[in-house]
């Protein structure tokens, strides 16, 4: 069981290109997450999904999207990146969105845009 | 608004114990996680509070009190694989986890 992989790993790309961070998880979760990570801050939640066919926007929603088309699958794009992206990209997976249920993170995507 | 304070750094010896502290303010509450994050790698789930009081597992411990906004993590025996960053992160109304920047633990021998 792999339990919630990302890819890639990691990333140099340019300003103004398309790029499309893949999320799977093995679980079965219903709930899905989308956070960055940036030195001296805490994460911060992009945008979520509570279930297969529904998403939200987190904190810091500009300049990306998402979509769930099921179960296992939960892809960010960034349409026209900028260096303000550059960051550490973690996404997460939970059984429910409901309190006591913990969040199981992927390793990480580290994405820097010049 | 929503505010998460814990430190940014604490040193601590190897055997010892040692309490990370987090005060929190947040709309509504639904329990408070801590994680660990290793340097370079994701966070771990280490517990979860929702009713007041302390919570044990093996080595660490978590302690809430919901009238104060305040949490606890105490880590005993410290070994210096606990070196890493400790992250508090309360529950708000949502159901939306607010993280703190983490307190980055440094282990000495």
């Known amino acids: 069981i792999a339990g919630i992989t990302q890819a890639p790993t990691s990333q140099i790309l340019a300003a103004g290109r398309r790029m499309t961070l893949r999320c799977t998880q093995d679980?079965?979760?219903?709930?899905m997450y989308w956070y960055r990570q940036d030195l001296g801050l805490g994460l911060r939640l992009i945008h979520y999904?509570?279930?297969?066919?529904?998403?939200g926007k987190g904190e810091v929603p500009d300049g990306y999207s998402v979509s769930r088309a099921n179960t296992d699958d939960f892809p960010l794009t960034l349409a026209s990146a900028v260096p303000s992206q550059t960051s550490v990209y973690f996404c997460a997976s939970s059984d429910s969105k409901m309190g006591g249920n913990e969040q199981f993170f992927g390793p990480g995507t580290r994405l820097t845009v010049l | 608004g929503q505010n998460i304070d814990q430190p940014t750094e604490m040193t601590a010896t190897e055997g010892a114990i040692v309490q990370i502290n987090c005060t929190y303010q947040t709309s509504g509450f639904n329990g408070l996680f801590w994680y660990q994050q290793h340097a370079g790698e994701a966070p771990t789930f280490l517990s979860y509070?929702?009713l007041d009081g302390l919570e044990e597992k093996g080595r660490f411990s978590s302690f809430l009190s919901r009238s104060k906004g305040y949490s606890y993590l105490l880590l005993k025996e410290l070994q210096m694989k606990d070196s890493a960053s400790y992250l508090c992160?309360?529950?708000?109304?949502?159901?939306?986890?607010?993280w703190g920047a983490g307190t980055k633990l440094i282990i000495k021998p």
């Open positions: 992160a309360p529950m708000d109304s949502n159901y939306q986890l607010i």
């Open positions: 509070n929702v």
């Open positions: 679980m079965r979760h219903n709930a």
């Open positions: 999904s509570n279930t297969a066919g529904t998403t």
